[in-house]
């Protein structure tokens, strides 16, 4: 009995080691610095000018005239409200709204700070607050008369009743004589409707000439 037998096979010729694929080098992700931001320069806001009136100087800043005083007064007060000393004035008929009296630097900076009222800067008139004394005529009156409403040690001490006349829309007048400072008001041509209206404000009115 003859048996077959499988032809062993040779085994199969190794494969030729492959080289090493060197790995491709690395690449570092690098990061762009990011610009800073600029960030804007802050602006520096102009300094407020100190509000207070500077008594004793010439110039004044005008904000607005009206033909209905109730206008004007309703602005010196907003105006008050904010720090400025305000007053009124009557002009013929119009009620000017100004706020001073400051020196003439003080008065240009306070008018930057109400640039949306487009002031006006100015002196203050020659009655408002000092004026020479009133004119005589040839038989020796005066032309106008005056009301007084106070006497003071200084003009500092006279502030409060000078504003309240202000704020009534008088001019108003300083005399120093004796060694005080006298307030008086005017000119006027009516003094008697005048001094009742100063008499409503807790003045004590005296009619001068």
Do not use: C
Request: hydrophobic share 35%; glycine share 8%; charged share 20%.
């Amino acid at each position: 009995m003859v048996t077959v037998l499988p032809v062993p096979q040779s085994p199969p010729a190794p494969s030729p080691a492959g080289k090493p694929v060197p790995a491709p080098p690395k690449v570092e992700e690098r990061k762009t610095a990011s610009p800073q931001q600029a960030r804007p320069t802050p602006i520096a806001k102009a300094e407020r000018p100190n509000l207070t009136a500077e008594a004793g100087n010439g110039w004044r800043v005008v904000v607005g005239s009206f033909s209905n005083r109730e206008n004007a007064e309703r602005l010196a007060t907003t105006l008050r409200q904010q720090g400025y000393p305000a007053g009124l004035e009557a002009s013929d008929d119009l009620t000017r709204v100004w706020v001073g009296p400051y020196s003439q630097a003080r008065a240009r900076a306070v008018a930057d700070t109400l640039g949306q009222y487009q002031p006006q800067v100015g002196r203050v008139p020659a009655t408002n607050p000092a004026s020479p004394a009133p004119p005589q005529s040839e038989t020796g009156a005066a032309t106008s008369r005056y009301l007084q409403v106070g006497a003071f040690r200084s003009a500092q001490s006279a502030q409060a009743v000078i504003e309240a006349v202000r704020q009534a829309g008088y001019p108003v007048v300083l005399l120093q004589e004796g060694g005080l400072v006298k307030v008086r008001v005017g000119p006027l041509e009516d003094t008697a409707a005048a001094a009742a209206d100063l008499r409503t404000r807790g003045l004590e009115v005296l009619e001068v000439r």
